[in-house]
């Protein structure tokens, strides 16, 4: 069963609360929460703060997308605050390893992004290591925008390294997903697909869920 993540980026945020709660009755398997910083991307969103603030309105899983220079150092402040999946950047850690560790040791679970331009076999040494692999299917930074092409061939590359490999993590993409994209990338071997404008952006998000998971599983 593929799962969708609805991304808060597109939701009301004078009433987030009754946002969440809104994708949840409808469905929903995590919350995407997208933290950025205005220096790895150029837009600022939401921090430590908003995450505890929401955490009591859901049961879901708060799947943490940073999008910000210096992970290592606000990791503990976003597991203490009530995430449950902390996903980072390869391209603003180097040591990578070391920062799954550290999201680990603060019982959370730990994924790595990656950008369009990012090559795939950047992350072939950590697929171990992972619960999650995050491939961007846009350039990070803003909701609504259209998913790029060339980022299918990544998905399949690493959902044929799983599997090669013998690994369980899960395979999500994020960025321009709708029911056309939905399927392409499901196809590919993704199976937990991010929507922010394609749920919030509509009048009926439980409508805009169903019709996700139907391209799919059709
Ligand atoms: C983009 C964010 C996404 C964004 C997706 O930087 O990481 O999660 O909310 O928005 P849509 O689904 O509208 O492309
Ligand atoms: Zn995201």
New binding site residues.
């Given amino acids: 069963m593929v799962k969708v993540a609805p ?1 808060i ?2 939701a009301n945020f004078s009433m987030l609360g009754q946002e969440i709660q809104e994708v949840e009755k409808g469905g929903a398997d995590y919350i ?1 929460v ?1 933290v950025m910083d205005g220096h790895f ?1 150029p837009n600022i969103t939401i921090g430590p703060l908003v995450v505890d603030a929401i955490k009591p309105n859901t049961s879901l899983p708060l799947d943490v ?1 940073l ?1 910000i220079e210096n992970p290592d150092d606000y990791i503990a402040m976003f597991a203490e605050a009530g995430a449950s999946i902390i996903s980072v950047h390869q391209e603003v850690t180097p040591h990578l390893h070391r920062t799954l560790q550290l999201i680990k040791e603060n019982d959370v679970k730990a994924g790595v992004v990656i950008n369009p331009a990012t090559p795939v076999e950047s992350i072939l040494p950590i697929l171990p290591d992972v619960d999650l692999i995050l491939i ?1 299917t ?1 350039n ?6 259209s998913f790029i092409d060339s980022t299918l061939q990544k998905i399949d590359q690493v959902a044929k390294w799983r599997k090669d490999m013998n690994l369980s993590f899960e395979i999500e993409v ?4 709708n029911v056309h994209t939905a399927k392409q990338a499901v196809d590919a071997g993704a199976d937990v697909l ?5 749920v919030f952006n509509q009048a009926n998000r439980h409508k805009a869920m169903r019709e996700i998971r139907e391209a799919v599983e059709g």
Wanted: glycine share 24%.
């Fill in positions: 991304s980026l597109s995407h997208d991307v997308h999008m961007m846009v990070p930074g803003f909701g609504g925008q994020d960025g321009g997903i991010v929507a922010g404008s394609a």
